[in-house]
């Protein structure tokens, strides 16, 4: 069993910047980052491996950066020029690796850390 906690969540103007952090009770192969929005499915934001290779959403991609620290077991998102429509609960999620990471199973979550962008 992996325990997660978010925290860097935050209220921000748009175009401003916020650094998530999931400290992690222990290691697994990928871990992610999801969000979802009032009245919107979850949607996964960005995946590590343990071996450093990212996947990113197309919404994201040029404006995050996810990173791990694998001695201490914390994963970050850097969230640059944040928009209006990244406002969301973002959840850390952890598992072990079914062949890609963005295609595998996260049994592990958090219970989210809430990110408001106001125009």
């Known amino acids: 069993q992996v325990q997660l906690q978010e925290s860097g969540g935050g209220s921000v103007q748009s175009g401003g910047s916020l650094k998530l952090s999931c400290a992690a009770s222990?290691?697994?192969?990928?871990m992610a980052w999801f969000r979802q929005a009032p009245g919107k499915e979850r949607e996964g934001v960005a995946t590590i491996d343990t071996d450093g290779s990212t996947n990113y959403a197309d919404s994201v991609k040029g404006r995050s950066t996810i990173s791990r620290d694998n001695a201490k077991n914390v994963l970050y998102l850097q969230m640059n020029s944040l928009k209006p429509e990244d406002t969301a609960m973002y959840y850390c999620?952890?598992?072990?690796?079914?062949?890609?990471?963005?295609?595998?199973?996260?049994?592990?979550w958090g219970q989210g850390t809430q990110v408001t962008v106001s125009s």
């Open positions: 222990g290691d697994t192969r990928c």
């Open positions: 999620a952890a598992g072990e690796r079914v062949g890609y990471c963005p295609l595998s199973p996260y049994n592990y």
